[in-house]
C-alpha cells in the first residue's frame, strides 16, 4: 500500500514564488503540492477545502499580513507553518515573531525563478520534518515583561563578568533545529550572567541568525551575538553560528576560539550541529563540558554528541513530550550520546546541575 503523501498548501503573493516553490516540492514523491493561494482570504478556503498538512506562507501580502493570518490559524486550526520570508531586516524581525507566533520554521524566500538553489532540497526536508511536528504541546508561559521590539540599531553592548567561578576549560555548546529558537530562548533566559562560554549551532538561514542573536541579547542576562571567526568563547557570552556557515571550535593558547567556514552541507544542513560537536571534541577537556541537543528533525548532531560523551562531557537530549520534532534527541538516545532526556522546562537546571 503506498504512503499517504503530505499534502502541501503554498500561500505567496508572488506567482513566480509560487510557481518555483511548487516545482521545488514537486520532485519529492513523498509530497503533494494540492493548492496555493495569492493571498490570505484565499488560503483561508483552500484550508477548509484541501486539509493540508503543512502550509508555507510569505509574510508580507495584500488584504492581510502574514503575521496576523499565522496568528488567526494558530488558534483556530493549528497546523505546521513554515515562513518563507524576504532576506532584510524587516523580513529577520517578521521571521522571529512568527516563530513566537507558532510557525515551525523559517527559509529565505526565493528572490526568482534562478534564486531556489540550495533551498529546493531544503524546502523538502523541512515540509516533511514539519509534517512531524507535535503541535499539541501546552501553551508557552508568558513573558514576565514584553519582549523589546528588535530594531536595526546597534546590538546591546554588555560587559563581561570581571570575575568568573568558571575555567577557560570549561564551555557548554548546543544544538537545535526545528522548534529550536523558541527552546534556546526557553533555557538561555534562565541563566545568570555568570555563565561558561556557550557555542549555540541553531538550522536557521543566513541574515536570520543575527536577528535572532540581537534578540536573545534583549532578553538574556549573558551577552549573545552572531559569532565571527576568530571570536574567543568566554564566560557570560554565547555565540550563534551564522547561517550558511559551519562553526567549528579550536583550543589556541589559553582559551577557545571559533572558527567558521562554508564546506558541504552536513545532514542537508550549514551550520551543522554535528561540525560542532565533532570539531568539539578534538579539543575540549571532557569533564569541563556539557552538551545539550534540542528538537529538531533528523539526526545532526548525535554522532558529534557521542564523540563528546566518550571524552567524559556531560550530555543531555531533551525528551520526547516536550520535543516540536522528535528526531535529533532520539537518535542521541537510541545511539547512547545522551546520558540523559530531560524535558525543556528543566533543561537550564541539568545544565546549571553540571556545573556544579
Known sequence: MPLRKIKVLIVDDSAVVRKVVNEALAMDPEIEVVGTAADPYIARDKIVELQP???????????????????????????????????TQAGSEYALRALQLGAVEVLAKPSNAYSIGELAEQLREVVKSAAQCNLKLPPRPA????????????????????????????????????????ALKDILTQFPADMPGICIVQHIPAYFSKAFADRLNQ?????????????????????????????????????????????????????????????AAECVDGKHTTVGLLTGMGKDGAEGMLKLRQKGARTFAQNEESCIVFGMPRTAMEIGAAEKMVHLRDFHNAIMGSLA
Open 143 to 182: 513573558q514576565p515583561t514584553p519582549p523589546p521590539a528588535i530594531t536595526a540599531t546597534t546590538t546591546i553592548q554588555k560587559p563581561a563578568p570581571l570575575t568568573s567561578a568558571y575555567t577557560s576549560r570549561q564551555i557548554i555548546l548546543l544544538g537545535a533545529s526545528t522548534g529550536g529558537t523558541e
Open 219 to 279: 532578553l538574556c542576562k549573558i551577552s549573545v551575538r552572531e559569532a565571527v571567526d576568530g571570536d574567543a568563547v568566554e564566560p557570560g557570552l554565547a555565540l550563534v553560528a551564522p547561517g550558511d556557515f559551519h562553526m567549528l571550535l579550536k583550543w589556541k593558547g589559553t582559551r577557545y576560539e571559533v572558527q567558521l567556514k562554508k564546506g558541504p552541507m552536513v545532514w542537508h544542513q550549514r551550520p551543522a550541529v554535528d561540525v560542532l560537536f565533532s570539531s
Open 53 to 87: 498538512d503543512v502550509m508555507t506562507l510569505d509574510i508580507e501580502m495584500p488584504r492581510m499580513d502574514g503575521l496576523r493570518f499565522l496568528e488567526i490559524i494558530m488558534q483556530h486550526k493549528p497546523m505546521p507553518v513554515i515562513i518563507m520570508s524576504s532576506l
